[in-house]
């Protein structure tokens, strides 16, 4: 690992391409699900590749000084990229992601799509400078734009049934994410705590965080029928769903049974792997 990051182009690494793929996937499964892959599509692929990588850079920006003794291997505190190149480049990204969506807003003369990245842009900038230490606000805003990222397709297509799915498919991806990010501060607990920051469990404690990831988890599965009994996706939806709501349910009895750092980076890492198996789901469904 440390190889490739030496010969990785450090303006490539900065911008943390398995995070950006996985925001791309949100827009491409929409494309699938409306069995079509347009101009506007397309070009929304290149607006959330350039606003997620915009958010990656700025966010590390504004941490250059706590990388610096905790992560003095990234990208910025290593000087491999100057802390002003960085910034400006980080600039850069959100320019292109608004020029992005005006080129598709002139195409199409869809308004939605651009008030959506424009705010979306707004919410990545303040996250990083302001809100990422702020307890649960920090969560909900992570949570909340990978779920607008499916939003953001939808209407992108401006179909009235494929702006409700990618409504649904928003608020499953922002639920998951959201439990997914207070067991992740579950689990970073001791470090966090140790460095001053202000996380849901430093502020309210472990087992309340650990039942509020619970819900979370409970309330999205139990609606995961939803789209089968409304005749949105076949019946081979419900059948590969099924394999991710039992992951699912196994992790929601596993953060409430135990808060330890093991437990909650399993649980971390199961509901990644649900999500995934979810989304594979979501295509299946649509296509068969």
Not at 83 to 102: C, D, H, P, S
Not at 107 to 135: C, D, E, G, M, S
Request: charged share 15%; aromatic share 14%.
């Amino acid at each position: 690992l440390i190889e490739r990051k030496k010969i990785m182009n450090p303006y490539i690494e900065i911008i943390r391409p398995g995070n950006v793929i996985m925001a791309l996937i949100a827009v491409i499964l929409i494309a699938i699900i409306n069995l079509n892959f347009t101009i506007p599509l397309v070009l929304a692929i290149v607006v959330v590749f350039f606003a997620t990588s915009a958010g990656n850079v700025i966010n590390d920006y504004f941490d250059y000084n706590i990388d610096a003794v905790n992560r003095p291997d990234r990208v910025l505190p290593s000087g491999r990229i100057s802390k002003k190149a960085g910034r400006n480049y980080g600039y850069f990204l959100f320019a292109g992601a608004i020029a992005t969506e005006l080129i598709s807003y002139f195409i199409t003369k869809n308004i939605i799509p651009l008030i959506i990245v424009i705010f979306a842009v707004i919410i990545l900038y303040l996250y990083a400078r302001v809100f990422k230490t702020a307890p649960f606000i920090g969560n909900l805003i992570v949570a909340f734009t990978t779920g607008l990222t499916f939003v953001f397709a939808g209407y992108t297509i401006n179909n009235p049934h494929i702006i409700l799915v990618s409504w649904y498919l928003g608020f499953f991806a922002f639920a998951m994410t959201l439990a997914r990010e207070i067991t992740k501060d579950i689990e970073d607990y001791k470090g966090d705590k140790k460095e001053g920051a202000n996380t849901l469990p430093i502020k309210f404690g472990k087992k309340p965080s650990a039942i509020l990831a619970f819900l979370l988890i409970i309330i999205t599965t139990a609606l995961c029928p939803i789209l089968y009994l409304n005749h949105i996706f076949s019946i081979y939806y419900l059948v590969i769903i099924a394999i991710a709501v039992i992951i699912f349910l196994y992790s929601a009895v596993l953060i409430l049974k135990s808060q330890s750092p093991e437990n909650c980076h399993k649980v971390s890492k199961n509901l990644k792997i649900g999500m995934l198996i979810a989304f594979v789901s979501f295509v299946f469904g649509a296509l068969l």
